[in-house]
């Protein structure tokens, strides 16, 4: 069975920077991309970023872009958020996901972490 194991969660000040992290097993990493979503309370969860699994190809969402930097580290299995300038509103559960790129576009599938929580205070 796949695992994703997210860290890296916490409380932070508006204007602050955490780090997320998603580890997985090596035939994983290898073949497939990776994404972070995050679903804030009350709402659906939405797309953050992706990357390939070559990492040639790295999308984000448009209220991320500039303050967000997805990474792959292939000697570690795992994948990276870094989150800057951090806002009130990227308060959420933020989960990593296993699915497939385009350049264009992510598609997430039915594989999931457990999800690590951000808190962001004004």
């Known amino acids: 069975q796949v695992q994703l194991v997210e860290s890296g969660g916490g409380l932070v000040q508006a204007g602050g920077s955490l780090r997320l992290s998603c580890a997985t097993d090596?035939?994983?990493?290898?073949?497939?991309?990776m994404g972070w979503y995050r679903q804030a309370p009350g709402k659906e969860r939405e797309f953050v970023a992706g990357?390939?699994?070559?990492?040639?190809?790295?999308l984000y969402a448009d209220d991320v872009k500039g303050r967000f930097s997805i990474s792959r580290d292939t000697t570690k299995n795992t994948v990276y958020l870094q989150m800057d300038s951090l806002k009130p509103e990227d308060t959420a559960v933020y989960y990593c996901?296993?699915?497939?790129?385009?350049?264009?576009?992510?598609?997430?599938?039915?594989?999931w972490g457990q999800g690590t929580l951000v808190t962001v205070s004004s």
């Open positions: 996901n296993r699915g497939t790129a385009t350049s264009h576009q992510y598609y997430s599938t039915d594989v």
């Open positions: 090596g035939r994983t990493f290898s073949a497939y991309a």
């Open positions: 990357i390939s699994w070559s990492g040639a190809s790295i």
